[in-house]
Each structure stands twice: as structure tokens, then as C-alpha cells.
């Protein structure tokens, strides 16, 4: 075979590829030389929309490969990626030349002949299932097709504007999600930035430019922030590097549209990231950095002890900045930068990626066969694809009816939200769930493909505390107006039962009421259109004592009782909605002892009765309580402040301290800074949801438990 002559242009870019691949050892550049040759030989003559030779493609892709440190034969398949499409070469022959592997990554990058379908969308969606069934067989597929695509979107000008936009939307919907399902996120971001440019370039030229002038006037505090982590490091004796970054254009863009805010609202722009030689440096920085600036209350995430499904890791925390300015930081090491950055390709470095078995390929295998069940659920390629862009966008679940059928619901829809979209009425009488045919929380955020079964009951009503979980508009103004329409129902219930308390502490035995002493009452009274419901919802809503009506009756109805009223404690059950609130000053919770008092035109308010605000009420104003012995639905709201000697996974440790106690964590700040020297205390306060005191003193025991925790108290 004659050596291959290479045009100026095609050199250059070949020059470049292999200047990339200098990581490969020299019979892997023998493999690549020989398949540039065949690529080039094959597209000899074709040229790209640009005017460019074709060849300059395959070897800019085959380039980007290079630079996530894939091995040979995913470069040759690379730079080969087109010759089944667009040459006569077949995939037989590509066997014969090189082998089976860079013959079936090829072809799985190869859309099928145009021939047998009706339609373009048709054509394209069977392509995409064909190259998807090829990517569960090799990653590399994908890795290849994602090289491929940005290639291609970053020169996508030549192409016609509807052509353009096409191929822009199936970019973001698809190929940006795809790389950020396997952790790419440079890749991500570049994609969504380049698909934003061509769908919206009004939108984005003028986002581009307000940026460029925020850029311009934050110069100076960019540059301080850089100097004073840089050193605080130092003075914290942590070997790091400092970086800025800023957020891309689409998810700023993207944060504006969903939070309707103006470009001067959207705050967190600028980023900070550090990166250190150990994971006990991580959080050694993290402490250090909350000496230096204040921290977000809330805003630390540790992905370190619990990295996210595709495999990144790093702290996160937002810190107060100069001016008020918030600071967004990462830290991280060295090689979960490199995860970050690369993500699955970041893990087959230099290394072949036919026997890698590190966990975070064994997640992407998973994920892959998900994509294969979807694949045998769908009918035809059409509904493979639109399963597969929801599968990517997680805004929306699927979920089915016991006879088949599919709702759609927002991402974290509970069953609560799923009887609403099947019917108000079973939205109001739900009381339980059955998720795939076992019994599950109302709160259970149900997944895509999840059957749901309903368990409703005449006499069920909805719970006021659902609105805390349900997601979709429908369940929660179904919820509101239920619970507004049942506040009056409730407060009337309430008020005969505080009568009914107060007939019997005056009375030594049960009066009922009859129909002839409200009758009396109400004459007595002397007011017009009122009836007795009204009089038990004005007790129920605290605006009449019920000790006072109680005593009218009780004349009316002819018994004698003494001037020592005594009363029962009134029970509370906690499911209670509309007149019986939970204070939120103290936040009772059952098992703690407990006081009431009615306050006008909101009812009984529930105070633990060792709450300040309770404890300034005259005793005779307030009333006993106690909590009723069944069981509940509903989660009550503690905060726990736990104090603690920082270290390395202490968050982690803690979180699943709690969590192995049933109770849901709702929230976790830091509101203080307290530090003694580098290794000092730390305050946390977690939101909790639990159910009694009992699971309550079984956490802060547990939390006590763990050798660095100093205190764990409730606020
Ligand atoms: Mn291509």
C-alpha cells in the first residue's frame, strides 16, 4: 500500500491528534497511523459543509477522545467513526482489516440506511436505539459519539438555520444529558452552551454581553477572594490550588427562566474551587475557609461520604463574601477533579476499557441496563426515544395505574399526588398506598415505572401536613381548599369537645345536651341568625370560653355544680388540622408534657409547658393537655443542635446515625463559626421529622454515641 499524502490542513489536524495521543505506547500509534490512513483514504475526496476535507472531522474527534486518555482501539474506532456511513467500506471489511471490537464500536456509531423508513424522525429514532444497544455492549460508544457530537456542534454554522436548530434541540434533550449522566461535565457544559447559542442567539449574545460587564466590575473581588483562600491555606498549613470558575451561559440562563429573576438577581455567578492532596484535607479546607467568611446557614453538601450516582465527589458550602457577595465553593482532591471533569472516561485512563470493573463502571453498566428494559418495554423507536429523554430528564415520572395506565407526575411525586391526579375524590379519601404491590409511605417519592395502588376510606380526609411532600399543583390545591372547607368542620368538632370537657369538670356526671337546651341557649343569648354550631365554632376558633357556656347550660339545664371548676387535660392526637395548632415557638412534640390556650380567632395553640411564652400566661388562661395514644401519620418538626469536634466523614456519620432511626432529615446548617484553633468545635442544627419523643431521645442518644459529638439538644 502507497503512503498516504495528506493536504496542509489534514496534516495539521493530524499533528494535533497525535501530539494528544503521546500517552499511547508505540505499537498503539502504529494502530493509529494505520487507521488515520484507512479513514483518510476512504473520505478521500469528500469534503464538510465548511469546505473543509471530511478527514479534518474523524481526526478532531478521534483529538477529543485523546484528551480523556481513551485507549487505541477507541481512537481508531474514532477516527473511522463515519467510513460505514458515508464510504463504501462495510463492516466485514473493517473486521478483516482491524478487528471485531473497533468493527462493532464503528458500527454502533453508524445510523442505518435511510432506505427502510418512512420518515426522517422515524430513521433517527431507530439510529439512536441501535447506537444505544451498541453502547450497553461499549462504552466507548458513547464516549466516541459524545466527542463526536461536540465536534460537530461547535461547527454547526455552515448548516442550514432550521437544520441547526434541530440538531441544537436533540443536543440538549439528549447528548448534554447523556454526558452528564456518566459525570462529563465539561462536556455538559459545552454542549448546553453550543446547543443554547444556535436555538436562542439573541437571548445569548445578550446574556453574553451583560456577563462580560459583571465580569468586568467583580474583577477586584474575584482577585481578593483568590488571595485571601490562598492565604488562609497557607496559614492553615494545606498544600492546594485555588481556582475560579463561572457558571456556563445556559444554566445561568436556565436558573433566570425558571426563577423569573433579572440577570442582576441571579447571584451565584462565580464559583471557587480547591483542590487538595487528601480527603482529610477536604474538610481540613472546609473548616478553614469558615474561619475566613462566614457560611450559608444550610448550604454544605458532603459528596464526599455520599458521592451523586454518576460518580462525582467534593464538599460543597456557600460562603458570605466580601460585600455581602456569595461564594460558592468545591473542594475536592486532585482525582475528583478528574472524575469531575472526565467522569467514566476519567476512570479508564490510560488503561483498556475492556476489563475495567471499578465501582463507578459498574454503576454506569446498571444505569445501561435500565436503558435496555426500556428498550423492551417500548413498542418501537419512536417510544424508545421518548422514554429514553425522560429516563435522561428526571422532571417527570411515569408511573401506572393497577390496570396499566400512565400518569405522568413531576419529579418527587408521592402517592398523595398521583390519587389526586386520578381523581379528587380519591385524592381526599386516600389513606394508604401500595407502591409495586407493597405497602408504602403517603411521602414516598415514587419512581418511573412504578404501579401505585390507592387505599381510600369513606371517612378519610386529607392531612394538612401533606402539603409539606406533595409536589403537584393539583394535590396541593385540592389539599387547600379541602383543609379551609374542613377548618369549620374541625373547629366546630373542637368546640364540642371543649364544651363536653367543661360540662365535665362541673358536672359529676355525662349531660348531654339536648336539642331543647341549645334551643334555650340560643334565646338566651338574644342573637339573631346564630346557631348552635355557630356557638361551638366560636369555642372551637377561641373566641368564647367554653367554661362560661358550659356553665349556662349546665343552669339550663337544671344542675347544680360547685365554684371549683377542675378540668381534664384535653386530649391532643397531633392529626388534628384547622383549631389545634403546634406552637411553633417550641415545637411539641408527643411525649413531651404539653399546655394549651385558646387564642382568639385561631384556636387551641399547643405549647410544651416548659415554653417561655407559655409560661407568661396565667396558669387559670391555659389548659391541660395531654397527648391522645394512637397512632400517626404525621411528622413533627425538632431542631437538634449538635455540637461536635470537626473531622473527616463527621457529617456523614451523623446523617446516617439519624437516618438509621427512621427520622427524615429536612435540613442541616451551620450557624456558627466556633472554632478552637484547626481542629475546634462545630455546630450543626438539623430539621428533623419524627414521630415522638421516644424516637427523638433514641437519636440524640446515638448522636451522643459518636466519639466527636459534645452535645446534641434540641432547640
Ligand atoms: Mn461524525
Redesign the pocket.
Known sequence: MTAVCYDPLSQAAKDKLFATASYLKADDLALLERACDYAFRAHDGQVRKSGEPYIT??IA?ATEVALWRLDAKALAAALM??VLEDTGVTKAELAAEFDDSIANVVDG?SKLEKLEYASQAEHQAESFRKMVLAMVKDLRVLVIKLA?RL??MRTLDSMRPEKRRRIAKETLEIYAQLANRIGMNPVYRELQDLAFYHLYPNRYQVLERALNKWRKSRRDVVTTVLRAFTTQLVAFNIEGQVKGREKNLYSIFSKMREKQLHFSEVMDIYGFRVIVQSVSDCYRTLGALHTLYKPRPGKIKDYIAIPKSNGYQSLHTTLIGPSGLPLEVQIRTREMDEIAETGMAGHWMYKSQENVRDPASIRTHQWLQNILDLQEDSDNAMEFLEHIKVDLFPSEVYIFTPNGKIMVLPRGATPIDFAYAVHTDIGHHCVGAKVNNALAPLRYQLHTGDTVEIITQENGNPNPAWLSFVVSARARSAIRSRVKNMNRHDAVALGEKLLQKALQSLLPQKLMVSDDIKEKYLIDLQKKNISFEDVLFDVGMGRTLPISIAMRIAELAGEHFDDQVRLNPIKITGNESGSVHLAPCCHPIPGDEIRAVLIQDQGLVIHRDTCPNIVKIAEDATLDADWESISRQRQFHVRLLVSAHDGQGLLATMASSISANQANIESVETPSQKQEGTDGFIEFIFGLQITDREQLEHITRDLMSIPQVRKATRL
Open positions: 472531522h474523524p474527534v467513526h463515519d456509531l463526536d465536534h460537530n
